[in-house]
């Protein structure tokens, strides 16, 4: 058994009443919390309520008998005796176990207002595309799926640990926590709720004291929960519990969001990029639709007949690579603005480079190159500057 220690008995549970219509599972026999089922009939279980003290009857013979409980022998059901009992029984339990299952955390990081007020346009209308990521990593051609839609979940599993010492209601700071555990050498916090939550003065008092606490939430369990039953989930279940504070599991959610949201702006920035060139490209051939539109039909004409021949003089093969016997990767080999080299020698990803590029302007008739006017806008923009 474990070193634990009682303080003063906490008066907590007096100042607030239990329905009478909740059966006692527990009483008090020599001292000992026992359950109905292991109590012997009538009066001849010697049990007194854990709340009040009064004498109790053990009901748990009759063949019609719904649920096996205690009740108070002539005298009226008192307001206290279940939420004293379960809270001695929680308490007793992880005092005998070792070991309790700490829950874990998960849930979705939402974007503040902090964050949009990064950016000097209104970036909340790309949500839907970082809602929407394939995590697609377009500065490695990577595909990788934390980078954005698994980085906007968390989750940190419950896990078993071990226990190595236990006091039972010793005040700590300004506050009688229910249990205080010893886990890592750390001191953990552990409250026993029936009727009666952590309120929001208690949980300050707890930030204050920095230690992690956690809450047993025990007011919507089966009363007629065996002992092994109610040990099962105090001790090795998680669904039960939540944590009240954790200044370790706070650290590493913020670690989380600041690099969610890091990747996020990353990807605002790049898909705004993304829109302003294709804005400018959309003005181009607007620009450029007017002034053709002011052409003669013949001139039009001559113009349609020479783009192909204008065209074939800028096609880049293509070249097809196979990557881990994945869906094939097309290649610019020798790419003139040099976005990416292998071996020194440039080429460019069609699918991540070309489409983005202003120079990129489609397929040739067979699809086995393309047509990249860069070098023709570069001579283009180094002669109007001359």
């Known amino acids: ?79 206290t005796g279940l939420q004293t009992a379960l809270h001695m029984a929680a308490k007793d339990i992880i005092a005998r176990h070792g070991q309790l299952c700490l829950p874990g955390a998960a849930g979705d990081f939402s974007f503040t207002p902090g964050f949009w007020a990064n950016f000097d346009f209104d970036a909340k209308p790309y949500t839907y595309e970082l809602e929407h990521t394939d995590g697609f990593n377009h500065a490695t051609s990577e595909y990788n799926e934390t980078e954005l839609g698994m980085l906007s979940r968390y989750y940190f599993a419950p896990y078993l640990a071990p226990i190595e010492a236990v006091i039972l209601e010793k005040k700590t700071g300004d506050i009688i926590p229910d249990v205080v555990v010893t886990i890592g050498g750390r001191q953990v916090l552990v409250e026993v709720a029936v009727t009666h939550f952590v309120d929001a003065e208690k949980l300050e008092k707890i930030r204050t004291l920095g230690l992690p606490a956690l809450e047993i939430d025990l007011s919507k369990i089966k009363r007629d929960l065996s002992l092994p039953e109610l040990e099962e989930l105090i001790i090795q279940q998680a669904d039960y519990k939540k944590w009240l504070f954790n200044p370790a599991l706070r650290a590493k959610l913020r670690d989380r969001r600041q690099r969610y949201f890091e990747a996020c702006r990353l990807e605002i920035e790049r898909l705004r990029a993304e829109d302003l060139r294709e804005e400018a ?33 800028h096609y880049w093969p293509l070249s097809k690579c196979l990557v881990n016997g994945m869906e094939p990767v097309w290649h610019v080999d020798g790419c003139p603005k040099a976005v990416r080299r292998y071996h020194g020698v440039p080429y460019a990803n069609v699918a991540v480079d070309c489409f983005e590029c202003d120079a990129f302007q489609g397929f040739g008739p067979d699809r086995t190159q393309i047509v990249c006017l860069f070098e023709y806008l570069k001579n283009k923009e180094a002669n109007a500057g001359t």
């Open 281 to 313: 490209r959309q003005a181009t051939r607007q620009k450029w639709q007017a002034e053709l539109a002011v052409r003669s039909p013949q001139e039009r004409a001559r113009i349609a007949q020479s783009k192909p021949a204008f065209y074939r003089n």
């Open 1 to 79: 058994m474990l070193p634990y220690a009682h303080g003063a008995e906490s008066e907590i549970a007096n100042s607030y009443k239990v329905s009478v219509k909740l059966k006692l599972p527990y009483g008090l026999h020599d001292g000992q919390l026992i359950h109905i089922n292991a109590a012997a009939n009538g009066l001849a279980c010697g049990c007194e309520c854990p709340g009040c003290g009064a004498q109790l009857v053990a009901k748990n013979g009759a063949a019609n008998q719904k649920a096996a409980h205690f009740a108070h022998h002539k005298s009226a059901e008192c307001s």
